[in-house]
């Protein structure tokens, strides 16, 4: 009898350890664009840079690249094969209080690049003829967010993404509550191109001016007064065409739709002086 309820516990021991063993553990998880999973422990998100996740037993480091990255889980990993649930509609989340710089924001826009950033903090290091700053960011959120964003204390904001440029920064102190925030994103390459034309545009029209009154005060052959005056026009249509492309290309935003008592228009407080809301 002895025996027999000695084995009984022994296989009972035995059966609890297995199940110990079997249950999953806690990790992040990585979903990639392709429709894979990958599974471990993060050490590493560089937004647009990489991922590095420690996986398999011996704890092997894998580095993702950050286009592969649909999005990150951190904690319990789903079942293999199945995808993660969906994000409940913010409809049916429960209201908020009404507290400013507290607000539920949901981004409306057709890149689903588009991220909101915070601005932690700036670091400026002074050399002996020189300087340089350093801004330390983190990801609130990626399009559509639906998220409850704080910044009662002034954080500073702006939306960033791949090939767009970084809109205008902002603030949530004058917000509250639920908040849909339309962005268009602009182009990184239009902004890029917008730059160099503007500054040879601008030399361009200079130099014509110039030499349209050097040619009609020297009475210059009517030759040199229209050459002169037609580089003059050359250059001033590169400096409105770069102008216009640095327009179209910038990242733009708009909040909507707001109470006109959640939003004051025009300069709000920041935690290194007044903003500008664009």
């Known amino acids: 009898m002895a025996l027999l309820l000695a084995g009984l516990l022994l296989g009972a021991a035995r059966f609890a350890g297995a199940q110990a063993a079997a249950a999953p553990r806690v990790e992040d998880t990585v979903f990639l664009k392709t429709g894979d999973v990958v599974r471990g422990s993060l050490i590493a998100v560089e937004p647009d840079e990489r991922v590095v996740i420690l996986v398999g037993e011996q704890g092997a480091a894998r580095t993702l690249a950050w286009s592969e990255v649909d999005h990150i889980e951190r904690g319990d ?3 293999p094969g199945r995808p993660p649930p969906p994000r409940a509609p913010a409809a049916s989340a429960p209201p908020l209080p009404s507290i400013p710089g ?3 924001v949901h ?8 991220r909101l950033i915070k601005l932690v903090s700036t670091d400026v290091l002074r050399g002996f003829r020189s300087y340089s700053v350093t801004r330390h960011v983190e990801v609130v959120c990626r399009a559509p967010c639906d998220e409850v964003v704080d910044g009662r204390r002034g954080e500073v904001f702006y939306f960033s993404g791949k090939d767009m440029p970084d809109s205008s ?4 102190l004058d917000v509250r509550g639920d908040l849909a925030i339309h962005v268009d994103s602009g182009s990184t390459l239009q902004s890029r191109i917008a730059g160099p034309m503007m500054v040879l545009g601008g ?3 200079l130099g014509g001016a110039a ?3 050097a040619a009609f005060k020297t009475d210059s052959s009517d030759g040199v007064k229209a050459g002169s005056l037609t580089f003059n026009v050359l250059g001033a249509s590169v400096l409105a065409t770069g ?3 640095r327009v179209l290309g ?3 935003y708009e909040f909507v739709p707001l109470l006109p008592a959640q939003r004051a228009p025009g300069a709000q407080a920041g935690p290194s002086g007044l903003l500008w809301r664009f």
């Not at 920064?169 to 949530?172: A, K, N, S």
């Open 250 to 252: 910038r990242t733009t």
């Open 102 to 104: 507290l607000a539920r």
């Open 169 to 172: 920064e902002f603030t949530l």
């Open 77 to 79: 990993a789903p079942p």
């Open 243 to 245: 102008i216009l492309l």
């Open 211 to 213: 030499a349209t009154v």
């Open 203 to 205: 030399i361009a029209v």
């Open 107 to 114: 981004i409306d826009t057709d890149d689903p690049q588009v």
